[in-house]
Structure formats: C-alpha cells, structure tokens
C-alpha cells in the first residue's frame, strides 16, 4: 500500500473493461501513507487516523478513499487540500475523500443529510403515490451518504420497487439534494421468500436452461452460455448474435442438399433461420412446431427468399421465460372471452385452461359476447384439467323501460301550461366526467309559445380540440372573451328555475350541467327533465332518432345544427310537434308522458353491457333461453336482452354489472348522484371493477383518465359496501399473454378501428399481477385482496358444477318419425325393386332400419328428407357428399342419389333386377 504509483497501474490493467474495484476494511494507518507518499511529516498529530476503504472506478476514472474514524477540522482540511492535490497528481485519477457521519463536524446543511428525521420521513410518504402504506411500515435510515429502506415482506418489496420513480423525486424534494436510496427485503425467519428475480415484475420471469447433462440440450455445435438479444434489436449483417424464442413455420426441401428453414420468436419480433447440408438432416429429426431454442450464428441476405436469415453455428435447447402465479391463494377469473367473440378475442381455450393449470388456478369463468358457443370445449378442458368450469356470457342489454321524464312524480301540470326550459350544449368532448361546456343556448317556453331565450359562450380551461371546432364551428377566437363557467353557470340555473328541462338525448346534456354545478359549486343539482330522444321513440318508428332526422320526419326545415342557440330553438319546435302527437293519443299531463314508454321502438334503444353466470342448471337453461330470444326476437345490430326479458328468465343467474360500457359505468359519466348509482346497483348481484388500463376505446366508449376510473372504482366499492353487494376485480380478458395484443389489434385493423396498435391490457392476469393493480386503484393491501381474492372465489363458490353435456344423443322430438321413416322407406324400395323386395335388398333395409330408429337417429333422417325434398321443390339441386352415402335408407328416401348396394341391373319400368 505504501507503493502507490505501481498499484495505480495494477489498477488500471484490473479494471480496464470497465469494472469497479472495491476493497475494504484496510485499516492502513494515514501516518505511513503520508510519509512514504508525499515524504514529509504533518505539523499535526495523525495518529490513529486509518483509511477504512478505497474503491477504484476506472469506467469514471475517479478513486474515492473512506476514512472511518475521528477526523478533526485540520486534519481534514489538510487531507482535503494538500493530501488530495497530491494523490490525483499521483493516480492521474479524480480523488474523493468520504467521512463517516457524526465522526467530525459538519455545518447545518450537511448534518440535515445525515440521517431522515420523523418529519422528512412523513413529508415522503406524502409524496409517494400509491406506495406509502408500504414505506410506513418499512425502515428508512441514511448511511454512507445512502439512504437505505428496510422491508419484511415481498409484496411491499414490489410495490415500494415499482415506484423507485416517484420516491427518488419525492427524496430530492424534501432533503433538497440528490440522494441515492437501496431497497432491502429483510424477510424474518417466519416468512418465506418466493423466487423473484426482477423486482419490478410481480411475478417471477423464471428463464432457466436444460442441464448441460442432458444429450438433447446441444442441438448443433456448443453450449451457449452467452445472454439473449431481443429480436427487436438485431440489425443486418451482425456476425455474431445470440436469440433465444420459440419455433414456429418449419419447412425442409430434400434436393442436391437438404435445406432446413424455420422461424423464431421473442414475440418482439421474429426471425427465419436456414440450415444447409447434413446439419440440417439431423435437426429436421429433432425439431418440432414450438420448440423452445437458444441460437447463436449471423445474419446474412439470402439471395433465395430476398430477405436476411440467421445462419446458425450453435443451437441449445431452452426453456422460455414465463410468467406465473406464486400466490399461495389464487383468485378466480370471472370475465373472459374466446375466440367466440367473434372478431374480438384470440383466447384459445385449449392454451386458456393448460395456462390456469400451470398456474394453479381451480376455477374460471367464460363470457363471450352474446354467445355460449365456447361451453362444450371448455366444460372438457377444464374437466380434463381439474379446473372447475363457470359458463357465462356478456350480453347486451336494453332498458325496455328507458324513462321519457326524469323527476316528474305524478305532475298534474297540462301540457299546455307546463313551463319548459328547451337546452342545448356544445363541449369540448363527450365525458361529462372530463370534458367541458363552451356554449349554452336555451329557449323558455308556456303553451307553444317563446317566453324568453338564453345564449352564452363559455371559456374553456383548456385549449379547444380541433376536432370539435370543424364540428361546431366555434374557434378559440369566439371563445377568448367569454366568461368562465363559474360566472355562467349560476346565471343559467336562476333561468330555469321552475321549469321543466327539455333535451334531446337528455342524459347527456343534463348530465354534464350536473357534473359541472357538482364540480364547482358542490351538491347534486336535480331537475324535472323530459327527453325528447325517448318520446319521438315512443310516438313513431324511424332508423335514426338523430335530431336531423327527427327534424326531418316532423318536416321541420333547414337549421344549423351543433349550435347551441339553434340546437335549443329546434328543439323547441320539435316538442311542440311530440306534444301534439301525444294529445291525440290522449296524453293531457306531463306526468302521463310516461304511459307511451310501453310504444318504444326497442331497435333505437343502445345497450349495454351486463355479465351473467350460471350458478346452477337452472341458470345454464334460462341463458340459453336469452341467448335464444336475442338471436331471434331481438336481434338489431347485435343480439340485444331487454332488461325485463333478464328479469323474468334471472332465476339460476348471477348478475355483474360488466365493464365501463355496463349501466353502472354509464351512469356514473353520466353524472349520477350516489343515491343514482345505489338504486341502478341493486339490480347486479356482483359489481365488477378493472385495471386502470383495462379502458376498451374500440368497444366505442371515450378514453378515460386514470384519476376518473379510480373515482368511478372507489365510488363503485363504496356503493357495494353499503348494499352488502361484493365488488370483485375482473380482467375482461380477451388475450392470453400481453405480447398477444398483436393478433387482436390485427383483428381491429381490419375492421378500421382506431388506433387499433394501442391495445389496452386486456390480457389473463396472474393474482399477484391483479393485486398490484388493484392497490394502484384503491392504495389499500386489504381491499385489495378483497377484490381480487375473496370475492372472485366467494362467486365462484356460490356456483354449482353443471354438467351442460352429457355425451349422449340429444335429438329434437317429432312425434311418429321412427314410423314415418319406416314406411318411406319400405314404400320407396318396393315401388323401385318390386314387392316382395329382394332378399339382398330387404335384409340391408332392415338392418339399417333397426339401427336407426333402435339408435335415436329417426328423427334427423326425416329432418334431412324434408329439407332436401323442400329444396328440390323450390329449384334448388341438393348434392350428397360423406357417409350418407353409405346408407339404403337414405337412398330410398330421397336424402342421397348414392345406392350403396353392390353394382346390379334393376329395371326402371318393372322394378326386376338382376344382383351378380
């Protein structure tokens, strides 16, 4: 140590592929050092001073020297200065001199860092969004220039690790510096420690390889011990690259030279591989469609296929990354689809129920879009598996009873007399919730006649989308004098004070007024409404209730639509029309407007969305019921279930108020008060919330903020608190693996969707990734594992095992089939064959005869008699292909022109036939 120049160069060889040299506990005593070094002796006393380490970084070319014991002011400056000075020149490094804390004096800034005081450290918890239950309850202390946070368990270890982000900034702010922080997971002896390799994943990405004992690892050339390259980034032309992922796309051609082709991927992208010669004889044997592979070799333009391939010098077997569920209670996936929600999900249910397997799950549920097509593979797989099966589906439903007035108990007030308020507003967007109102155009009006009219801009708090300036025509130009909603708002309450508000689409406009008195003003605003949107639904049938095109049936004229002014003038004129057409069906008082809801045109109503789950067999059989009914009695657009058709047919069925295009959702955009969303809430037997980045922008619903979904969750939790209805956490999985959202958004492109290439994280969470997500929403440990544990498995315990296949025959009834079968046939045959029937003939006859009618089959032969015979009939020329022509029966009966009898003479005229 005393030889400090040849040890800088022993340093520099050491670290020069940039590694950091540490070594510690030297005790070397700074006397020696000073006097072999710089070859004089200090003024002051050293004795006793020592240098407790040196760390050597030669990527920054600087050495820092750790003192650990008592160092007073001089002897510190001199280190600081003369000492220093001389050891750079020295090293021809940057030299830093460290002491340990509360071992010399320090000035008041620096003692403020040397240790975090009550305060900071609640000042810090203040600042760290959506992990500071978890930092309460670790410990935080400075030491070495560190800050060093202690936890006991691994779900806070990941929590507090997800969010290093939000807690260094959190950090500098209150201590004023930059301060570097270490995360320790301290498990105590009664905890066990999962395998986590990666503490910002919430499961472990486990990438383990087989064992170098065993013959197969090494498929081509050497062991590969060398690191993966994602395929994303691999550029033309590298001679040297290593891939790791699965095969898929394999091709052999055996010419002059056997050629192996096949292709890998990481899912970040994909790459083709090509093999020449007898290696790729020999690993064409060993290669299947998904085998799991780490390759090594370069890439090269082939001339052939005119693209860049990966000539392989070494190919291993490997096995991938994947994730999996390490929570030692698992939750229960209640809203999922299959690949029968057509041109929706890509789930497979066969990789779906081995996935739940490998992770230890014991039950799901399948809820396709409007269909059960999925019940019978799933009830298998899942069987075959252990797993037990909940059948279900999300449906879409219409409130055949959607109100034409709001808060208009028993008004005896004539339609004649009735003060109206017609309105309308122009926004800034579609989300009561998020957007805002930039104009106001209102028209008051008693008995057909304009009492008084209300106009006003308003000044928006952020810049107006140009979307919504081509569509109104209003610039931010018109708007740059307006006042503030604040200032309008109350101008535009005093006007309709004692009226009844009139709206076309009411919810709407009416909500956002809500939702804006709520936001600055406090309290729920409520009003009599009456929507003319619901009316003209009731008083006549049309394709668009648009208000164009109700303008335009009720022969309205030309006005300038998505003006508010003259949106409200319209619509003014358009009550005046409905309010004519309700007299003559002897409609007098406001409050009888409501009769002519039983009239609605249920084509013009939107659904929504709404889970359903079969508890038992009863439940399995009133689904089908409604699956049936929306497919054929009110089937528009989509297969629709009035929301009293669900009443009626609820028995044996559990009720989830689905995702954010449910009634509940809906509702709370809408503006709903509290009371509001707990009386739509009493319908749903369970109240379903998801991942904040769960939001479906292609199901046609508007992007939502994350601070909006968490009040709409918390809201929804609250609501269920108090109605005693649980609230569960669902996925409304419609992928697998998040690196699956690529097939779905392929699907979505081709049905022009926009920003298809954005897909939300619609994909099968594992429990522990479930958590994390419902403690962004609800920053709670234990109402999160309510939501997520607790409740998903008390739903699934409430449903029963349903057997909805029984592996037997299950044919419609038709009453004396097996006799009319019977008798075509052996009427048919003796008319061609003559009567008695040849022994050849009357023997196949029966013995086909015996077997389908003795096996149930009876009534599908005469099922397809009559359907080829209307057929025929009609000009239609029926074909036979398959095994039908196999059978006499359906020869005779006219299913099939195929004889199946060995080839014979029969004449057509006399029925004689002559069998060789």
């Known amino acids: 140590c005393c030889m400090v120049p040849p040890c800088g160069e022993e340093v520099s060889r050491r670290c020069s592929k940039g590694m950091k040299l540490c070594m510690k506990n030297l005790k070397l005593p700074i006397s020696r050092l000073l006097s072999r070094v710089l070859k004089s002796d200090p003024t002051f006393d050293c004795g ?66 040397s240790r975090i005081t009550e305060e900071q450290f609640r000042e810090i918890l203040k600042l760290t969004n959506g992990a500071s239950s978890y930092l309460a309850s670790s410990e935080m202390v400075f030491e070495k220039n560190r800050i060093l946070i202690t936890v006991h368990d691994q779900f806070s270890f990941q929590r507090i690790s997800s969010k290093k982000h939000d807690l260094r900034k959190a950090i500098e702010k209150v201590c004023e510096r930059t301060i570097p922080f270490d995360i320790v ?16 994943y919430p499961e472990a990405e486990r990438e383990s390889k087989v064992s170098s004992g065993e013959a197969d690892l090494v498929l081509i050339g050497r062991e590969i011990r060398a690191v993966s390259k994602k395929m994303k980034d691999v550029l033309g032309n590298e001679t040297d690259v290593v891939v790791s992922g699965k095969t898929f796309g394999l091709e052999s051609r055996n010419g002059k030279l056997f050629i192996l082709t096949f292709n890998i991927t990481d899912y970040t992208d994909s790459l083709t591989v090509k093999l020449i010669g007898e290696n790729a004889r020999s690993l064409s044997e060993k290669l299947r469609e998904g085998d799991e592979l780490t390759i090594r070799g370069k890439m090269e333009t082939d001339t052939w296929i005119k693209d860049e391939v990966l000539i392989p010098r070494d ?53 396709d879009h409007g269909v059960v097509q999925s019940v019978p593979e799933f009830y298998f797989a899942a069987k075959k598996n252990g797993i037990k099966p909940i059948f279900g589906m999300e449906g879409y439903m219409i409130n055949d009873s959607e109100q034409i007035t709001m808060n208009i108990d028993e008004d005896t007030s004539s339609l ?9 507003l122009e926004t800034t967007g579609l989300n009561p919730k998020e ?45 740059s004098d307006a006042r503030s909603i604040k200032e309008v708002l109350p101008e535009f309450v005093k006007f309709t004070e004692g009226s009844i508000l009139v709206a076309h689409n009411s919810s709407f406009d009416y909500g956002f007024v809500r939702n804006s008195v709520k936001k600055h003003f406090g309290g729920d605003w409520e009003m009599p409404c009456v929507d003319t949107l619901a009316l003209a639904k009731s008083l006549f049938k049309s394709k668009s209730y648009s208000l164009d095109n109700v303008v335009k049936r009720l022969k309205l004229g030309h006005f300038d639509h998505h003006r508010a002014y003259e949106d409200a003038k319209v619509t003014a004129e358009v009550l005046k029309k409905l309010i004519q057409m309700a007299e003559k069906r002897g409609i007098q008082s406001v409050g009888e407007l409501e009769k002519l809801r039983k009239n609605q045109n249920l084509d013009s109503l939107k659904p929504v969305h709404v889970s359903m789950l079969a508890k038992n067999k009863k ?22 279930i009035p929301k009293s058709l669900l009443t009626d047919f609820r028995d044996g069925l559990l009720i989830g108020s689905a995702c954010v295009s449910g009634e509940l959702s809906k509702a709370f955009i809408g503006g ?23 939001i479906d922008t292609s199901e046609g619903e508007t992007s939502m903020s994350r601070d909006t979904l968490t009040k709409m969750y918390r809201e929804f939790y609250r609501v269920g608190k108090r109605l005693n209805i649980p609230v569960v956490m669902t996925g409304d999985v419609h992928f697998i693996n998040p690196h699956d959202d690529i097939y779905r958004a392929a699907i979505n492109a081709a049905q022009d969707y926009d920003n298809f290439q954005n897909q939300p994280s619609l994909y099968l969470h594992t429990t522990e990734e479930m958590m994390n997500k419902a403690v962004d929403i609800f920053e709670d440990k234990a109402i999160a594992k309510e939501v997520v544990i607790d409740n998903s498995r008390y739903i699934s315990s409430m449903i029963e095992e349903v057997t909805p296949i029984e592996g037997k025959l299950h044919p419609p009834v038709i009453e004396g089939a097996e006799e009319e079968v019977r008798r075509m046939a052996l009427e048919n045959a003796e008319r061609l064959y003559g009567n008695p029937l040849p022994e050849i003939v009357e023997k196949r006859l029966s013995r086909e005869l015996d077997a389908i009618i003795g096996h149930g089959y009876a009534v599908l032969y005469l099922i397809a008699q009559k359907m080829v015979a209307k057929s025929n009939e009609e000009g ?22 195929v004889n199946p009898l060995p080839p014979h003479y029969l004449c057509p005229e006399c029925g004689k036939s002559i069998f060789p």
Request: charged content about 30%.
């Open 315 to 367: 190919i291993n077997r490997t096995t991938l990354s994947r994730r999996v569920d390490n929570a030692p209670e698992k939750r229960v996936e209640l809203h999922l689809h299959t690949k029968m929600s057509a041109l929706d999900s890509v789930v497979d249910v066969k990789e779906l129920v081995n996935t739940f397997r490998e992770w230890g799950h014991d039950a799901a549920a399948v809820t």
């Open 435 to 479: 957007d805002e109102i930039i104009e106001i155009g209102a028209v008051k009006m008693r008995g057909g006649e304009v009492i008084e009219t209300y106009s006003s801009f308003i000044k928006p708090e952020r810049e107006l989308p140009s979307l919504i300036s081509g569509l109104t025509g209003i610039t931010e130009d018109m708007l």
């Open 619 to 640: 439940g399995l059989e009133n689904l089908y019921r409604l699956v049936t009914a929306s497919h054929t009695k009110y089937f528009y657009m989509k297969p629709r």
């Open 672 to 694: 709903a008060s509290t009371e509001e969303l707990e009386e739509i809430a009493k319908f749903y037997d369970y109240i379903e919330v998801m991942p904040l980045d769960n």
């Open 416 to 424: 004649d007399e009735a003060l109206f308020v017609v309105f309308d």
């Open 876 to 897: 239609y020329v029926v074909g036979s292909r398959g095994s039908v022509g196999s059978s006499l029966v359906a020869n005779v009966i006219g299913i099939t022109e």
């Open 48 to 113: 006793g001073i020592e240098i407790s380490g040196i760390t050597i970084d030669s990527t920054s070319r600087e050495v820092s020297i750790n003192f650990s014991c008592e160092v007073n002011e001089d002897v510190r400056h001199y280190l600081e200065s003369t000492f220093r000075e001389e050891a750079m020149r020295l090293l021809s490094s940057s030299v830093r001199l460290s002491f340990e804390p509360g071992d010399f004096e320090t000035t008041g800034a620096e003692k403020e860092v």
């Open 185 to 200: 997971l301290d498990i105590r002896e009664d905890e066990e420690l999962p395998v986590d390799e990666d503490p910002s």
